[in-house]
């Protein structure tokens, strides 16, 4: 059974930082390149982030580049996303997914990110 289970969210100010983490299980997670999304309130769920299998070329949305890392350790099953310089903006919930064999998207329950005063 598939299972990816995020952590990390919380309120933080405008111009901090938090770690997201998501630890992925019943599949194998070095073989999957692995993404972050997240969903603002009344909009679609938009893409943040992506590191293939073994690291190395990671892919940013423009509106995070440069503020959020994404890494990965394949021996704990974990991804993380870095996040610096938070703004009000990347208020969202945060979705940790990978694309399996035939397509299929696997999603994790999501953790609420709050950048607010």
């Known amino acids: 059974q598939v299972q990816l289970v995020e952590s990390g969210g919380g309120l933080v100010q405008p111009g901090g930082s938090l770690r997201l983490s998501c630890v992925g299980s019943?599949?194998?997670?070095?073989?999957?390149?692995m993404n972050w999304y997240r969903q603002a309130p009344g909009k679609e769920r938009e893409f943040a982030a992506s590191?293939?299998?073994?690291?190395?070329?990671?892919k940013y949305a423009d509106s995070v580049k440069g503020r959020f890392t994404i890494s990965r350790d394949n021996v704990r099953n974990t991804v993380s996303l870095q996040m610096n310089s938070l703004k009000p903006e990347d208020t969202a919930v945060y979705y940790c997914n990978f694309v399996g064999y035939g397509g299929q998207g696997y999603w994790g329950q999501g953790t609420q990110v709050t950048v607010s005063s």
């Open positions: 590191i293939p299998p073994a690291g190395g070329s990671t």
């Open positions: 019943g599949f194998i997670f070095r073989a999957a390149t």
